[in-house]
């Protein structure tokens, strides 16, 4: 169920200490570049409102503030992803969808109220991977109107050039630039702890903020302020959910060590640093990360906040792939074309739907809200919404698998749902400002999932219905066999049990069978990926014919030629290249009768046109494929 905290290299075994150093440092260039931008714009935006309020005791403010900074990145970030979530790993794999698999897997129950957690969580999930690249790009070229003011109206043209680079070269994968990501993060986040350590000066008193009681009695004392402010400081946090959603590709220890060692401690320093700028500086709420900076440090101080918000986006819109190819595996979205961008690393890919979805819906974020502090308003609720999910999931993991006492662990969660709650009623406060726009982008990713699970449940539900049984419609060939013709015919099909459409229609309309047959089904199975030495299975049914089970793991591309190539030990001696595939191409039509709405099923059908052709999805040779035609309602 969980794996070992041990790492592993890149060839399966155990990494060393030179190896796990080496993956804490790629990590920090991949997973930490959003939380590591956070500190652009969330001091500004908690303090806003309350350096601004005269009857506000500025002393109180600022240090109430970073102690609530301090103590969520320690509660939200420290204990429940880096410590206790990445104990609740698939296989190496984290995320929310891969939490669902597992506590299914645990329930012994697919489906149902744990499916439908996940399911909001991961369509929250896109939302915020629309916002992240739009807030952090913009709040770095923001930076331009510091210099001079002069540079404002450039600054939403300028983000719109970068985002549009970013997406557009999406197709080249990261490979290319990954070397660059960890030593420009670094870099940042090193510029971030001596920007603090130099500004700590200012007033050393900031340093009480480590008592969280000083976070506790500004919401007390400031009750009118408390949701305004818990808005700013889950600011800091937005990033988290990336270190277990990339869990696989690092394993705990080397993101243990990055965060503690690296990241947590330059965030503090950063935070409490611009808590004692503002505190001497008032009037600086208005950008308090650019007007820390020395003059002559600000232009450089520009680029690399650009080129690390650029990395911080790349981080989530990787994470918006993979998150849709897990999906994809489960059927929760129709399929969709996935390149492979690395010969190396099966985990780098480009999916060009959601890229091309992504880059409209970030661009257009950008022209609407036009500033940081817009998109501010919009920002937060969606992960919030995912990172909630995520915790509930987590209660139901931790309380059966025992992994970790529970007199520990649930309390733990318990405090950390009440200090979520808190931030989703904070965060609420936004929906009229701007929050309305990711929890629509969610509601239309939601409705599509559970239009395209309802649609091929009915869809399938409808094919049994008129179909007969393989074994025994093979069984009554032998006994009166049709004509045979040389060669092999494949036939992919869904159902094991029953006959593909497309054999129906060969019969029916052709009248005649290949020398050898073969049925492959394939199967999407719990694990992220499946051992090459239970790949395939091998059944041997009348007339010779061969049903092969093919087994592809959540994050693997499924390739039926080199599922068929495995199958020689069994005794089915093919060449791929050279067999016909047979393939039922279905028409689907709406009905009166249907338990679908009729909204619903003509987008159900628009999503099943749009769907990719099975031919590509399954990598299947094209010019041996014949497609039979057949018309089906749900």
């Known amino acids: 169920m969980t794996t070992s905290n041990q790492s592993v290299s890149a060839d399966g075994r155990p990494a060393g200490v030179t190896s796990l150093w080496k993956l804490a440092f790629a990590s920090i260039g991949v997973i930490f570049g959003d939380i590591g931008t956070s500190p652009l714009y969330a001091m500004r935006e908690a303090l806003n409102a309350v350096v601004t309020d005269p009857a506000v005791n500025l002393r109180e403010a600022v240090l109430g503030v970073a102690s609530l900074f301090i103590w969520a990145l320690i509660l939200i970030v420290t204990i429940k992803y880096v410590i206790l979530l990445m104990r609740a790993d698939n296989k190496g794999e984290g995320g929310i969808l891969s939490l669902v698999v597992l506590v299914e897997h645990m329930l012994k129950h697919k489906g149902g109220i744990v499916l439908w957690i996940g399911v909001v969580g991961a369509a929250f999930f896109f939302g915020d991977a629309m916002l992240t690249p739009a807030i952090s790009v913009v709040s770095a070229i923001e930076g331009l109107s510091i210099i001079n003011s002069s540079f404002a109206p450039f600054v939403v043209p300028l983000s719109v050039a970068v985002l549009l680079a970013l997406f557009i070269f999406q197709y080249h994968g990261t490979a290319g630039v990954a070397s660059l990501f960890a030593p420009v993060t670094v870099v940042w986040l090193i510029v971030l702890a001596l920007m603090g350590v130099a500004h700590i000066a200012d007033h050393v008193e900031i340093l009480l903020a480590i008592n969280p009681v000083y976070g506790v009695r500004i919401l ?25 959603a990339d869990l696989g590709h690092f394993g705990r220890k080397p993101i243990h060590l990055a965060w503690h060692l690296i990241v947590l401690p330059a965030l503090l320093l950063n935070y409490l640093g611009q808590g004692a700028f503002i505190y001497t500086t008032p009037e600086a709420i208005s950008n308090p990360f650019y007007l820390m900076a020395p003059s002559w440090g600000l232009v450089p101080l520009i680029i690399l906040a650009t080129l690390t918000t650029i990395i911080a986006s790349q981080a989530v819109i990787t994470g918006a792939y993979s998150m849709a190819q897990q999906a994809i595996a489960i059927g929760l979205i129709p399929r969709m074309n996935i390149a492979h961008t690395s010969e190396s690393e099966s985990g780098q890919i480009y999916v060009p739907q959601i890229n091309w979805m992504l880059l409209v819906g970030v661009i257009l974020l950008v022209l609407i809200f036009q500033s940081s502090s817009s998109l501010a308003a919009a920002y937060g609720i969606a992960v919030n919404i995912t990172m909630l999910m995520t915790t509930v999931l987590a209660v ?43 929890i629509l982008i969610a509601a239309v990713i939601v409705v599509t999932m559970r239009t395209w699970v309802r649609g091929r449940v009915l869809l399938a539900e409808r094919l049994r219905k008129e179909s007969v049984e393989l074994k025994g419609l093979l069984g009554s060939l032998e006994r009166r066999p049709p004509t045979r013709v040389a060669g092999t015919a494949i036939f992919l099909q869904t159902d ?42 091998v059944e ?95």
């Open 396 to 438: 139901v993991f931790f309380w059966r698998t025992r992994a970790l006492p529970v007199y520990v662990v649930m309390p733990l969660l318990a405090l950390i749902i009440v200090v979520e709650c808190a931030f989703l009623a904070s965060n609420s406060l936004k929906i009229v400002h701007g929050g309305y726009m990711p």
């Open 220 to 244: 007390v004392a400031e009750p009118r302020l408390a949701l305004f402010i818990l808005g700013g400081v889950f600011l800091a946090i937005t990033g988290s959910e990336a270190l277990y």
């Open 496 to 537: 094991p049990v029953y006959a593909p459409s497309a054999l129906m229609h060969n019969l029916k309309h052709n009248r005649v069978l290949h020398d050898i047959l073969v049925f492959i089904t394939i199967e999407t199975t719990d694990e992220p990926r499946v051992y090459s030495s239970d790949r395939v299975s």
């Open 540 to 634: 041997k049914l009348p007339l010779g014919a061969f049903l092969v089970m093919a087994r592809f793991g959540y994050m693997e591309q499924p390739d039926v030629p080199s599922a068929l190539r495995r199958c020689e030990p069994y005794g089915l001696t093919i060449d791929p290249m050279q067999a016909s595939y047979f393939m039922g191409r279905r028409a689907i039509r709406t009905s009166r009768r249907s338990a679908m709405p009729l909204w619903q099923q003509r987008f159900f059908i628009m999503l099943a046109n749009q769907s990719a052709r099975a031919i590509e999805f399954f990598r299947i040779p094209p010019q041996r494929v014949v497609e039979l035609g057949m018309q089906i309602s749900v």
